[in-house]
């Protein structure tokens, strides 16, 4: 199979920054952009530079390290904000404008096809002072697709160098992603972008999806953050890109430290079931998937915890079976005899329906406990 031709655009640093609350400062700015830079990722989104004067510096912050990774920041189709753009010395700049009819109504008061006009003006003003152009379309998602074949098309015309799909408000199901974005895909002249918002839990789906119908460069955050309830999440996408799409350029042993750098800048921290990340995504308690595990991990894992620089962990609780008991007890250098090793795993079980962790030092305890029961 070939690989999927993609690429990753990771917007932690814009988009995820919207999330409520959530305040990125220069030097973590700076520190998430290097980490996203070693793991691979080819295009990072700094920010927002019209924002505010200390936004313009930490958008100019990251595109003085000179990484690797090509430097993105987003901007309305107003001269100032491409202004700012052009001093933050970007790479590359995404000019968006909104384009279902309720948005144009709402926010410009202006015919949709004037709103175009004036978009691409900008379009023309960034790529001559040597800006590479990301044409978008915010919530594409609930825009006809003639409209969006027309400014992707003119857009092109212009000289954009990609044009964006947003699903804004996370509408989209995958059937329907897949859909709209291959006929997208069939008539845009340049690549175009996949950037998907989470309110029906379909973000990650709904990008991996636009990848198969042909999508090019995919929009993520670290640990899923953004507005509302996020945007499609980095680790999954990365790992759904190797497993499925036969992409391995990106180093996936660097995604715990990643999130974990990212949940620490933004005070959101991981869920225990999140997925490739979360404290819990390669921890298993059930006696059954233990004991096959023990024989071939294959059993119940999908996603290899060295792949993605974790480690497998056993825990003991209410469903712990005797294989997986004795695997722990001998990992932890104890021996016991089969009535010893019944009677902590009674013990395991009963602390385990109260809700109470069994830790190695609680079963250490038990052990000593059963040890001197005699």
């Not at 384009?99 to 202006?110: A, D, G």
């Not at 602390?351 to 830790?359: A, I, N």
Request: aromatic share 4%.
């Amino acid at each position: 199979m070939e690989p999927w031709n993609v690429e990753i655009c990771d917007v932690t640093l814009r988009d995820g920054e919207q999330t409520p609350g959530v305040s990125f400062t220069c030097e973590e700015k700076a520190a998430i952009a290097t980490l996203l830079d070693r793991t691979g990722i080819e295009v990072i989104e700094a920010g927002f530079p019209a924002v505010s004067a200390y936004e313009l510096e930490c958008v100019r912050a990251v595109t003085a390290l000179d990484l690797d990774a090509r430097i993105c920041c987003l901007a309305r189709a107003k001269q100032e904000d491409v202004d700012a753009a052009i001093a933050a010395e970007v790479d590359m700049v995404s000019i968006f404008i909104a384009t279902s009819e309720l948005h144009v109504r709402l926010k410009y008061r202006r015919p949709r096809a004037e709103v175009l006009d004036n978009a691409l003006r900008m379009v023309d003003y960034a790529r001559d002072h040597g800006l590479a152009v990301r044409f978008a379309a915010e919530d594409a998602s609930r825009t006809e697709t003639a409209f969006l074949d027309e400014m992707y098309r003119r857009g092109a015309e212009h000289g954009a160098d990609l044009v964006s799909f947003a699903d804004t408000v996370g509408c989209l199901l995958p059937l329907e992603m897949y859909r709209v974005m291959t006929e997208l895909v069939g008539a845009s002249l340049v690549p175009v972008c996949a950037h998907c918002h989470n309110d029906l839990g379909c973000a990650t789906a709904n990008t991996l999806t636009a990848a198969e119908a042909g999508a090019f460069q995919l929009h993520t955050t670290v640990n899923g953050i953004g507005e509302r309830a996020g945007n499609a999440r980095l680790e999954e996408v990365l790992v759904a890109l190797r497993l499925k799409g036969g992409v391995d350029r990106y180093d996936l042993t660097l995604l715990p430290e990643l999130s974990a750098l990212v949940a620490r800048c933004s005070g959101i921290p991981v869920g225990k079931t999140h997925p490739v990340v979360g404290e819990h995504a390669f921890a298993h308690e059930s006696g059954i998937h233990i004991a096959a595990m023990l024989k071939d991990p294959d059993t119940y894992e999908y996603v290899h915890p060295a792949m993605v620089g974790a480690e497998r962990r056993f825990l003991l609780g209410k469903h712990t079976g005797r294989k997986a008991l004795e695997h722990v007890v001998c990992s932890l250098g104890c021996q016991l005899d089969g009535r010893q090793i019944s009677r902590v795993l009674e013990l395991v079980k009963k602390r385990g329906e109260q809700k109470c962790s069994v830790t190695p030092d609680v079963l250490m305890s038990l052990i000593r406990r059963v040890r001197e029961e005699g």
